[in-house]
Nanobody, 120 residues
Framework: VQLQASGGGLVQPGGSLRLSCAASGSIFSINAMGWYRQAPGKQRELVATITSGDSTNYADSVKGRFTISRDNAENTMYLEMSSLKPEDTAIYYC???????????????WGQGTQVTVSS
């Protein structure tokens, strides 16, 4: 099982980016998925999560600016980011709790991260 994050880049303050996270491999089902970020010198923090039933949760710092969504048919999650601020600069990691085919228990998986830089 692999999570592949993409879509990061350099954007000016006030700009927008769309991150994607594709899960691949022998997947039976995906429960919750989420985006986390880690800025230089800081701990990794939650950005947003989404359940298999599309219930969402956001960090206060991104509410109203970021939107998390998922395409269950494609095992893909997205993060639409708008009104970006310099303090949003970080490596963004995707996370999924999923059940592999043939497994009994769901496990936590992480993607490799994608860099988002907000700067003029």
């Amino acid at each position: 099982v692999q999570l592949q994050a993409s879509g990061g880049g350099l954007v000016q303050p006030g700009g927008s980016l769309r991150l994607s996270c594709a899960a691949s491999g022998s997947i039976f089902s995906i429960n919750a998925m989420g985006w986390y970020r880690q800025a230089p010198g800081k701990q990794r923090e939650l950005v947003a999560t989404i359940t298999s039933g599309d219930s969402t949760n956001y960090a206060d710092s991104v509410k109203g600016r970021f939107t998390i969504s998922r395409d269950n048919a494609e095992n893909t999650m997205y993060l639409e980011m708008s009104s970006l601020k310099p303090e949003d600069t970080a490596i963004y990691y995707c996370n999924a709790v999923l059940l592999r085919s043939g497994s009994t228990y769901a496990r936590n998986y992480w993607g490799q991260g994608t860099q988002v830089t907000v700067s003029s």
